[in-house]
């Protein structure tokens, strides 16, 4: 959880305490920039499995799903995933709702092939994890269902247009 080089990590770790300051006070233009800055600060000199830089990818995607910068928050996401997966392992509530949390993104932005399996993924551990008739697994459904939907309108309108 503390790879990477010490020195690397050291400033996100004495950054977190102003940075969850500036989310408590809901702070989200200040928050996305000081998170954006430390991050590309660091950033390929840092694994992504170090924890503080973790910490400040959410804090990153929470801003960014704030501000409506939905582009920014699916790329911190996508980010988190590989990391959630190895610290929280299947079936785990915590990779379940982060998954959902991608997914959603992904369906809001047109990605409806990679928001149907993301959305897959995450109702796999959450049908476990909180149950089939928990409303979070009654929603990934219909958010499954939404993507297969709009897959089927669009492949008929594909077709559709190679008639004419």
């Known amino acids: 959880m503390l790879s990477g080089n010490e020195s690397k990590w050291c400033?996100?770790?004495?950054?977190?305490p102003r940075l969850e300051g500036l989310k408590a006070e809901s702070d989200w233009p200040a928050l996305l920039e000081n998170c954006s800055q430390l991050l590309s600060t660091v950033g390929d000199d840092l694994p992504d499995e170090n924890l503080y830089k973790l910490k400040m990818t959410d804090?990153?995607?929470d801003a960014s799903i704030h501000l409506g910068h939905w582009e920014e928050a699916l790329g911190?996401?996508?980010?988190?995933l590989p990391v959630y997966r190895q610290y929280y392992p299947d079936p785990h509530p915590v990779h379940g709702v982060q998954l959902m949390r991608v997914g959603k993104l992904q369906h809001y932005l047109e990605h409806i092939e990679d928001a149907l399996d993301t959305f897959k993924q995450a109702f796999k551990i959450i049908k476990l994890t909180h149950g089939v008739d928990h409303p979070m697994t009654t929603d990934l459904l219909m958010k499954m269902e939404e993507c297969r939907s709009e897959l089927d309108q669009k492949s008929s309108s594909c077709l559709?247009?190679?008639e004419n």
């Open 11 to 16: 400033p996100l770790k004495e950054a977190l």
């Open 59 to 61: 804090m990153a995607i």
């Open 76 to 80: 911190y996401g996508e980010k988190t």
């Open 160 to 162: 559709r247009i190679e």
